[in-house]
């Protein structure tokens, strides 16, 4: 369990502290529900899906994070809670997200943290993550890091590869904190700020599939795409970390 240097009720639970003899007292009570959640990633995210639209497992980075000991679990305890706790708690958690090592690197996409919200129920928590991210995202986005809502509802936002799958399903209500991949541009195309952040980190190396929209949005907001980057024939061309699409 990794706790935060100055805030120390905040905690980032790894899967064999579910497990230890003496549980710390933020998970006491919740056990079940979060080793469900370690599960849903290792049999949900990491693995195909029928209605997926293409190869490859839900989300191409799961199953590195976890092997890597990048997947770490947060959580907020009560039946309830307040728009502006939870913004704060988010926010406090993505500047320690930052902060974890590795800070730069491949390595780096595979972080990952998921504050759950084992207590509040689903009539409820269902609303709360899909406001709280709606709020939350232009406060991630300029930074290169994604906030994600997953619920059993599930939240009503298609893959990316089939207009009827609804991928963001969990069965523990949480919020995603990671890293912006190339792949995650149709996230983004609705707003101005968005692509253009976008452009700046990846502008360059937009995935061939997306080049078009990419292309599309820029001219619509009015957006210069930066050209390729120059190729030095001594130096290796850098391969783009993810095609597939992360979590869709």
């Not at 230890?20 to 290792?42: D, F, Y």
């Not at 947060?74 to 502006?84: D, F, N």
Request: hydrophobic fraction near 40%; proline fraction near 12%.
């Amino acid at each position: 369990m990794l706790i935060h240097p100055e805030q120390p009720a905040c905690v980032l639970v790894e899967q064999f502290d579910l497990t230890a003899e003496a549980v710390h007292p933020l998970i006491r009570g919740v056990e079940t529900k979060l080793l469900s959640v370690l599960r849903w990633a290792r049999e949900y995210l990491c693995r195909p899906h029928p209605d997926l639209g293409r190869k490859g497992p839900v989300c191409p980075f799961a199953q590195a994070s976890l092997d890597r000991g990048m997947f770490y679990l947060a959580v907020h305890r009560g039946e309830t809670v307040e728009p502006g706790t939870l913004d704060q708690l988010m926010l406090t958690y993505r500047d320690w997200f930052r902060e974890l090592p590795p800070t730069g690197g491949p390595a780096a996409q595979f972080k990952t943290i998921l504050l759950t919200l084992p207590d509040v129920p689903p009539e409820r928590a269902n609303a709360i993550v899909d406001q709280t991210q709606e709020r939350l995202k232009p406060r991630y986005v300029p930074e290169g890091l994604m906030v994600g809502e997953f619920h059993s509802g599930p939240p009503d936002k298609a893959g990316l590869w089939n207009d009827d799958f609804r991928p963001l399903y969990s069965p523990v209500p949480l919020l995603a904190i990671r890293h912006m991949v190339s792949s995650d541009f149709p996230f983004l195309a609705d707003d101005r700020d968005s692509v253009a952040t976008y452009l700046r980190l990846f502008g360059a190396n937009t995935p061939p599939a997306l080049r078009a929209r990419v292309g599309a949005a820029a001219r619509e907001f009015g957006l210069s795409v930066p050209g390729p980057p120059p190729v030095n024939p001594r130096t290796p061309v850098p391969q783009l970390a993810d095609q597939q699409g992360a979590t869709s």
